[in-house]
């Protein structure tokens, strides 16, 4: 019965070594979507995020297919993904999260989202957490042995035991919108909100403009903290509003306030002084405005001359963005901002989604 917790996973640079592992470990896909939990019993649904809040009622179209395509008592692991044409879309999925019952019907029938499963915790009668991993995929497997690798709404993730063949996934699937790799211990048991995954992301790094900068929460006028940078990348001679970053301590917060004080600009002399006041989202995201997301946060920033490059690490794009917060990594004084454009960021590769939905375990 709900709340379960999910089984976690550990960052690690490059795709582990079995052989390092006791009974070797299980490679899968990324799927860049919402972690969910499955429970059926009978006629009764209910989908569950990572943090245990309930996902059901935005996503009409997945209880259908859960009621018609899994069996009549059971608990999956997996994901919740939206495809728009041959790749996964995490913000159209963002969307499906709305308060309005007759948005989530027109949205569940306009961009209807998947559930891809990778885990069977319970089937019938039987628990099956304490069971290691290599036998529950094995159940997994026999019990969705019936779905069609590409046709309808579940599926059943792609697996291997051949890190080579992780290595080129973690190559080519990032073109299909999934964000990296999986190894998990073939002879671990699932533990709740443990981390005995592992996850192989993408890194890279870009050369940003700094923008402009939030307060932090525990910000004082008389210690001012730094709680985000803003940052730009030029699209043309436009400055585009790429993300944040926004991991420091505390003393770090403080010197950036008064590093980047010489900077400082009103509004009407900074690129973005067209959305000054906005009260409404713009395709854009630019700073200072709404969206259904952040309705009453203050999203009031410090507009700073974009005069100052910094080099950030981020894992990969969503759109025009940077798909997670960036990270800093050092200040760039021998880079002219003008310079710093869409243009340096490394594309992947297309890859149809298809192609890894499609092919049987």
């Known amino acids: 019965m709900p709340p379960v917790r999910p089984m976690l996973a550990k960052s ?21 979507g919402f972690r969910c939990l499955v429970f059926r019993d009978g006629d009764e649904v209910e989908l569950a995020s990572r943090n245990t809040k309930p996902l059901t ?12 395509q899994l069996p009549e008592r059971c608990v999956l692991d997996g994901e919740l993904f939206v495809a728009i044409g041959p790749r996964l879309e995490f913000e159209v999925l963002q969307e499906r999260i709305h308060p309005a019952e007759s948005r989530i019907t027109m949205l569940s029938g306009k961009t209807p989202a998947s559930y891809v499963a990778f ?13 290691p ?15 069609d690798g590409v046709a309808g709404s579940i599926h059943l993730t792609r697996t ?38 592992f996850k192989v992301k993408h ?22 903290l730094l709680g985000s940078l803003l940052l730009g990348l030029h699209d043309g ?39 000054a006041g906005d009260a409404i989202a713009n395709p854009d995201r630019v700073p200072g405005t709404q969206s259904r997301w952040s309705v009453g946060k203050d999203l009031s920033f410090t507009p700073l001359r974009p005069e100052r490059v910094l080099e ?50």
């Open 119 to 131: 885990d069977l915790l319970a089937i019938g009668d039987e628990s099956l957490v304490d069971r």
């Open 237 to 275: 001679d436009r400055l585009q509003h790429v993300g944040v970053a926004a991991s420091f301590t505390e003393a770090r917060r403080a010197e950036l306030v008064e590093e980047l004080a010489p900077l400082e600009c009103s509004i009407e002399d900074h690129p973005w002084s067209a959305w």
């Open 133 to 147: 991993l290599a036998e529950r995929r094995a159940r997994l497997e026999a019990e969705l042995a019936h779905l």
């Open 312 to 361: 950030v690490g981020y894992e990969h794009m969503e759109g025009s963005r940077f798909r997670h917060t960036a990270q800093f990594k050092r200040w760039r004084p021998d880079r002219d901002p003008g310079s710093c454009g869409y243009e340096q960021l490394e594309e992947p590769v297309g890859y149809d989604l298809t192609r890894v939905l499609g092919t049987r375990p």
């Open 203 to 224: 890194a890279r790094t870009a050369d940003v403009v700094v923008a402009g900068y939030r307060l932090h929460k525990n910000s004082t006028p008389e210690r001012p």
């Open 12 to 32: 690690v640079k490059g795709v582990p070594d079995p052989a390092r592992h006791d009974g070797g470990l299980l490679f899968e896909p990324k799927w860049d």
């Open 160 to 197: 291997t035991t051949d890190p080579v063949e992780a290595e080129q996934w973690f190559e080519q699937f990032e073109g299909a919108g999934l964000d990296g790799v999986m190894a998990k211990p073939l002879s671990s048991a699932y533990v709740e909100n443990g981390r005995t995954m």
């Open 57 to 68: 009622r935005y996503f009409p179209e997945v209880v259908a297919a859960v009621l018609e």
